[in-house]
């Protein structure tokens, strides 16, 4: 196993709650519009701090996808997939995207877009069931 390098993002962004690793610049969010089998996701143009596994063949609410599980690279959390291939003509947009997963089950936490909008006492209060967090 080698050393690992992680990213610095200047601006915004999306970051691991567990490691606070940077995963997503807020703006490369392309869209809040999509949904994961544990609940909602976030679209992203690219993703960094990752790492990825093997690719499958999943069905998807659109249809029919290859896609790869992404991983935090420090922390080893999974935190969502990229879309490695589409099968139907209209879904091909998101070929090379990733999604980041707003729920993960074993933590019951979420994805906050805005958590720098709440106040100080709410924010001590959501951050023990935050999975990814805003800067």
Request: hydrophobic fraction near 40%; glycine fraction near 6%.
């Amino acid at each position: 196993m080698g050393r690992i390098f992680v990213v610095d993002l200047e601006g915004r962004t999306y970051n691991c709650k567990f490691c606070k690793t940077q995963l997503a610049l807020c703006d490369d969010l392309v869209s809040r519009a999509f949904h994961c089998p544990r609940g909602k996701a976030y679209l992203f143009s690219n993703a960094v701090n990752i790492t990825f596994g093997p690719h499958e063949e999943r069905m998807m609410l659109s249809g029919m996808h290859t896609v790869a599980d992404i991983f935090c690279c420090c922390c080893g959390q999974i935190v969502g997939w990229k879309y490695e291939a589409a099968h139907e003509k209209n879904q091909k947009y998101k070929e090379g995207k990733f999604v980041l997963e707003r729920t993960y089950p074993k933590n019951d936490c979420i994805f906050v877009e805005d958590l720098h909008k709440f106040m100080d006492i709410e924010k001590k209060l959501l951050h023990k069931f935050f999975f990814l967090s805003v800067k």
